[in-house]
């Protein structure tokens, strides 16, 4: 039963906020003669939206879970509503939409709330309530944007929503997780869909729904603008929004006034970012230092040579306030991706025997790119790792706080891969551009960019926008810049 219930990402909408989001609708002066719900549930969205519009014409409800569809049918029997209302039980999947949309009198109202699950949860479950494939690489660029190895069902009902409203003297309001809402503007705004308006509000899942999940509602009105902007309201409540997305060069953007303050600075760094070193086995390949022994995740004293022992710093040390001296080593088996690793059993024995004895655990790291690798093989290791001097930043946390990371016993530190960072040969480079990264114009650039929201808000991609010259010369620090930075 539960199952079933995570299947279908069933969340019903409590009267309570169902109510508010019509009230919210009736605000805007949307008053529709039309309205459909295209997963109803039982039928809570129906109920409000009869009383708060009279003058709609016709109500549609659709849902899969018979028991929902018998519910939401009594409740509208129970108000007199059939001849307004008509609920019938099926699959989003294979509804045919565009007959049903077609005939709709117009202005219409796509009101809902659809399932909350991912295609991978599906998958772990063995649960089939997903789009046909056929159907579902139809809309172009569709896989590019969710990337295919993991999206919300949501994401693609609600896309097959605004395609319908595109243009139509239509409406949508729905509630959804934020980051769906982001990955189907950038759908509409990339495919040039005609949204009038868009706006999200921000909706407390945790008193709504006993769980705590990034959500809103997002109300999107059909027809022509030139103008791709979303206004973002803090609470359901507020009159004004605090800040709007929109939309440039491809990427969606956090807060668009900043952004257009601060795009001058956007260029080709002339540094290259890199993420730290990916191993997928802390267990083996981390060590603690305990009372002067290295010990590994398993709990075992690891004695082994120091070739290939680097000190190393993951996103929890690096995200500090101040940054500790190093307590972790990382065994760095490869100098770069790809390198032979049998040099190890003649240049280090013992390493070898430590990673031959733990090799069930190496040999059966998830990602398949360690399948057609080298034995104990890493990523994201290259001469960049071995720099004495970086300036990094955790890609998990949520703030913007750039750390020098020295050297240490006269090796350079080494960082996990949930890190980004540039690399220098002496501290002087490392601190000034450090201390130019922690500058508010710096911030301000990259904060206008970042979704706070995201499991990893800070990216390769991300740092790689800010022009470091460019932003030299703005901090008026040109001389410093080209005469103290080696560019190679
Ligand atoms: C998050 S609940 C919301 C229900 C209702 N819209 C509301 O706001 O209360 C999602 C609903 O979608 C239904 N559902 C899930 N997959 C569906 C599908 N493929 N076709 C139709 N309904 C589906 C679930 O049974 C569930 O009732």
Redesign the pocket.
């Given at each position: 039963m539960q199952n079933k219930k995570t299947?279908?990402?069933?969340?019903?909408?409590?009267l309570e906020l169902?109510s508010t989001i019509c009230e919210k609708i009736k605000l805007f002066g949307f008053q529709p003669h039309s309205i459909i719900?295209?997963?109803?549930?039982?039928?809570?969205?129906i109920l409000v939206s009869l009383k708060y519009f009279p003058f709609v014409k016709r109500i549609l409800g659709?849902?899969?879970?018979k028991d929902?569809v018998c519910s939401a049918i009594n409740s509208i029997k129970s108000l007199n509503a059939e001849k307004k209302v008509v609920i019938e039980c099926?699959?989003?999947?294979?509804?045919d939409w565009e007959n049903i949309i077609t005939r709709l009198q117009k202005p219409f109202l796509v009101?809902?709330?659809?399932?909350?699950?991912t295609n991978s949860k599906l998958g772990v479950m063995k649960g089939s309530?997903l789009p046909d494939k056929k159907n579902f690489y139809k809309y172009t660029g569709f896989e590019a944007i969710t990337g295919k190895s993991n999206f919300d069902?949501?994401e693609w009902?609600i896309i097959r929503k605004i395609h319908w409203i595109s243009g139509q003297h239509a409406a949508l309001a729905i509630?959804c997780k934020t980051s769906v809402v982001r990955k189907v503007l950038l759908y509409a705004w990339k495919h040039d869909l005609e949204i009038k308006e868009a706006k999200v509000f921000f909706i407390d899942t945790k008193t709504y729904f006993k769980v705590a999940v990034d959500a809103c509602l997002f109300w999107v009105v059909g027809g022509s603008s030139s103008k791709k902007v979303c206004q973002v309201y803090r609470h359901i409540n507020d009159d004004k929004y605090e800040s709007l997305w929109g939309f440039d060069n491809g990427k969606l953007i956090s807060d668009i006034a900043s952004y257009n303050e601060f795009k001058h600075l956007e260029g080709d760094s002339p540094f290259k970012w890199r993420s730290g070193i990916k191993h997928d086995c802390s267990k083996v390949m981390e060590l603690r230092s305990i009372n002067g022994l290295l010990v590994n995740g398993l709990k075992e004293v690891v004695e082994i040579e120091d070739d290939y022992i680097y000190p190393m710093y993951k996103s929890s040390d690096i995200s500090k306030n101040k940054l500790s001296l190093p307590s972790r080593c990382m065994i760095v088996t490869q100098q770069h991706v790809g390198q032979s690793t049998n040099v190890i059993q003649q240049v280090a024995p013992k390493t070898w025997a430590y990673l031959s004895c733990h090799s069930e655990l190496l040999n059966k790291r998830a990602s398949s790119i360690y399948n057609r690798s080298e034995l104990y093989a890493i990523f994201g290791v290259g001469n960049y790792t071995f720099l004495r001097w970086k300036v990094a930043i955790s890609g998990f946390y949520k703030k913007l706080d750039f750390k020098v990371v020295p050297p240490y016993q006269g090796k350079p530190v080494v960082l996990d891969d949930t890190c980004y960072f540039l690399y220098f040969d002496t501290r002087e480079e490392a601190e000034l551009i450090c201390r130019m990264l922690n500058s508010d114009i710096s911030k301000n650039f990259f904060s206008s960019r970042i979704f706070w929201d995201n499991k990893r808000p800070i990216t390769v991609s991300l740092l790689s926008q800010l022009d470091l010259l460019k932003l030299a010369i703005e901090l008026g620090l040109k001389d410093e810049f080209t005469n103290g930075i080696n560019i190679s």
């Open positions: 299947e279908f990402g069933d969340f019903q909408t409590p169902a719900e295209p997963t109803c549930g039982i039928g809570n969205f659709y849902e899969i879970n929902y099926a699959d989003f999947f294979g509804n009101l809902g709330n659809p399932p909350w699950v309530n069902i949501s009902m509630l």
